[in-house]
């Protein structure tokens, strides 16, 4: 069974604090997601990386850096939260490799910045 | 650039009567398009993509590209069909393997 974990289900941070969500993936996927997800804003894209040390940016960087320093992890930092960061944070994985692109995703992190 | 637009924030069906939920994009070369659910306290997976042409849980999508559209369709809905529906689009023969994502489309199916 394939699996994207999150480090955190909820999480409730003070604005100013440097926050990390951590994610994990076991299928040796090259590609790697930070999605924010809102209401009626859908999924808007944070960062991505496609091999390790690299990154991109997404559509809504501002306020957020990311870290992959090895293949299968994939972390998130709010450099100092704020309270418009609160929202349901998803992390998704690909492969490079596969014919057909399918991204999987993890549970999810509810982070509430108070 | 690449757009995914779901007109539609809220649907509801009664159980049994037909649904489809409306997707359309914006992109000028050659997409792959998909649909993803999220099912109340489930994590977001893949329903079904057009290269598959196949059916899964009776839905159905057919890529139409003269309207740029890839509508979800299933004849008789059920109440396990009620959750948040999301359209996505790919760059078809891209490594990277970003999404493009619509805002979403949250189904409820009344008994």
């Known amino acids: 069974d394939v699996k994207v974990t999150q480090s955190s289900r909820y999480l409730v941070k003070r604005t100013g604090e440097k926050v990390f969500l951590e994610c994990v993936q076991d299928m040796d996927h090259e590609n790697m997601f930070w999605y924010r997800q809102d209401p009626g804003l859908g999924l808007r894209l944070i960062y991505f990386?496609?091999?390790?040390?690299?990154?991109e940016k997404g559509d809504i960087p501002e306020g957020y850096s990311v870290s992959r320093e090895k293949k299968e992890r994939f972390s998130l930092i709010l450099e100092s939260a704020s309270t418009n960061q609160t929202s349901m944070y998803l992390c998704a994985s690909s492969s490079r490799t596969a014919l057909h692109t399918e991204a999987f995703f993890g549970q999810g992190t509810r982070l509430t910045v108070v | 650039a690449q757009r995914v637009t779901q007109p539609e924030k809220l649907l509801s069906v009664f159980k049994g009567a037909p649904v489809e939920l409306k997707c359309n994009y914006s992109?000028?070369?050659?997409?792959?398009l998909f649909w993803y659910v999220q099912y109340s306290r489930q994590r977001l997976q893949l329903l079904l993509r057009h290269i598959s042409r196949e059916s899964i849980k009776g839905f159905t999508a057919d890529l139409n590209k003269g309207e740029t559209s890839f509508h979800l369709k299933k004849p008789f809905a059920q109440e396990e069909d009620s959750a948040m529906y999301y359209c996505a689009l790919t760059v078809r023969g891209s490594t990277l393997g970003r999404l493009y994502f619509g805002r979403g489309t949250q189904l409820t199916v009344w008994p």
């Open positions: 990386s496609y091999d390790v040390k690299m990154k």
């Open positions: 992109y000028s070369g050659s997409p792959e």
